[in-house]
């Protein structure tokens, strides 16, 4: 490159460079004055009126009866509930009896048995329930359908009523505080997850704080990370003005039998008439997570000997036979004492009642029907059987 050009690519760049000044240097002086000149304008009525609240003052305090009466009217209306067994069975109606009825077009006897039992061995009730009602049938007259719905409503009631009939002192929840000796009535919920467990003890508590019970909800399923907060969100809508409700949430505790037994101890002392303990989720093949369960039972006994009362597994009627198997497993490892059967409503599974009855020998405490928490209803073994035969 020559001298010459040189010397014009310099000049070149040096008029950029002063144009560049030239733009910028404007703009950035403009931007300082403004920032240095700024000042904020002036509260309107609105601002002026939020303008209390940074005040490092405390926040006004809410009455809880006052709290209680603006919560009270939903609690009240979610505890009325105009669901019925009846309404809830008719899928299951209609997949048990409706096929059976459909069985007597066919006018050979030996067909209609074996078109009868297949219907039964596909509707969840078991082996042992299936083969106690077959027995009924196949000595009832095959020709006349009205005999055969005879037959069948008198093996299903022999069933229910053999266990239930002793239950009769402790239909509802409440019932069982005559359970209690020294300190509350301890319940214990278990089942796999996805069963219905945190929200049938919300239920259930709210059904026992409109009675006035003061109850304290454990949470002692310590695995799920969104358990407690549930549950928390459950005893607070439990809570109204006829009751008292509390949750037992301990901070940093990580084993379910610690819960367990500070939570009976804080019942116990604080004059509580129910301890209801929510448990983590297993499956029934898990050994070690259903010896967990076992050692939450005994340290709960060493504050009060009978405790816990009362047992009660939860399972889901669309599980059928999955959750017929669950029940037997877990009964092996707890003693169940009694059932809570969800998600009843639109199921075509609900034969699965009658199965569980039936091979635990322990009654179906309550059925859920609905969302609301007066769905949660006490099973009634007779109002069962006729929603199913019709």
Same mark, same amino acid.
């Not at 009126?49 to 009866?65: R, T």
């Given at each position: ?251 940093? +505790?990580? *084993?379910?039998? &610690?819960?367990?037994?500070?939570? !009976?101890?804080? =019942?116990?002392?604080? /004059?509580?008439?129910? $301890? ?79 199965? +569980?009855? *039936?091979?635990? &020998?322990?009654?179906?405490?309550? !059925?859920?029907? =609905?969302?609301?928490? /007066?769905?949660?209803? $006490? ?12």
């Amino acid at each position: 490159m020559s001298e010459s050009s040189s010397y014009q690519m310099n000049l070149l760049l040096i008029v950029i460079a002063v144009l560049a000044l030239a733009i910028f240097i404007p703009v950035i002086l403009s931007f300082l004055k403004k920032k240095k000149q700024y000042t904020p304008p002036p509260l309107d009525n609105a601002q002026a009126d939020l303008a209390p609240l940074h005040k490092s003052e405390p926040p006004p305090q809410i009455e809880l009866p006052e709290l209680l009466a603006e919560t009270a009217p939903k609690v009240e209306e979610d505890l009325s509930s105009s669901a019925t067994i009846d309404k809830a069975m008719e899928k299951t109606k209609d997949s048990f009896f409706g096929r059976i009825k459909n069985a007597f077009t066919n006018t050979d006897k030996k067909k209609v048995l074996e078109e009868i039992e297949e219907v039964l061995y596909t509707s969840d009730l078991g082996p042992k329930t299936v083969q106690k009602l077959l027995d009924k049938v196949s000595s009832s007259d095959m020709s006349d359908i009205s005999k055969v719905k005879e037959s069948l409503a008198s093996q299903m009631q022999e069933i229910l009523l053999e266990v239930h009939a002793s239950q009769k002192d402790s239909k509802l929840v409440s019932d069982l505080i005559h359970k209690r000796t020294d300190g509350p009535m301890v319940l214990m919920v278990v089942g796999v997850n996805g069963a219905g467990k945190t929200t049938s003890i919300g239920k259930i508590t709210a059904q026992l704080a409109h009675q006035g019970f003061k109850v304290l909800v454990a949470a002692g399923d310590t695995f799920r990370a969104a358990a407690g907060g549930q549950l928390k969100v459950w005893t607070e809508r439990a809570q109204n003005a006829n009751g008292h409700v509390e949750i037992f949430w301990p901070d940093n +505790v990580t *084993d379910p039998a &610690a819960v367990a037994f500070d939570a !009976v101890n804080k =019942g116990k002392a604080g /004059g509580y008439d129910f $301890v209801i303990l929510d448990t983590a989720g297993r499956l029934h093949t898990q050994g070690h997570l259903m010896d967990e369960l076992k050692k939450v039972k005994r340290v709960m006994a060493k504050v009060i000997p009978e405790a816990p009362h009362e047992t009660w597994i939860v399972l889901d009627a669309n599980s059928g036979q999955n959750a017929l198997n669950q029940a037997v497993e877990f009964n092996k490892a707890l003693e169940v004492t009694g059932v809570v059967l969800t998600k009843m409503d639109g199921t075509a599974k609900g034969g699965v009642a009658l199965g +569980v009855v *039936d091979q635990l &020998a322990k009654p179906i405490r309550l !059925v859920g029907l =609905g969302e609301k928490i /007066g769905d949660l209803k $006490v099973f009634e073994p007779k109002e069962y059987i006729d929603s199913i035969l019709g």
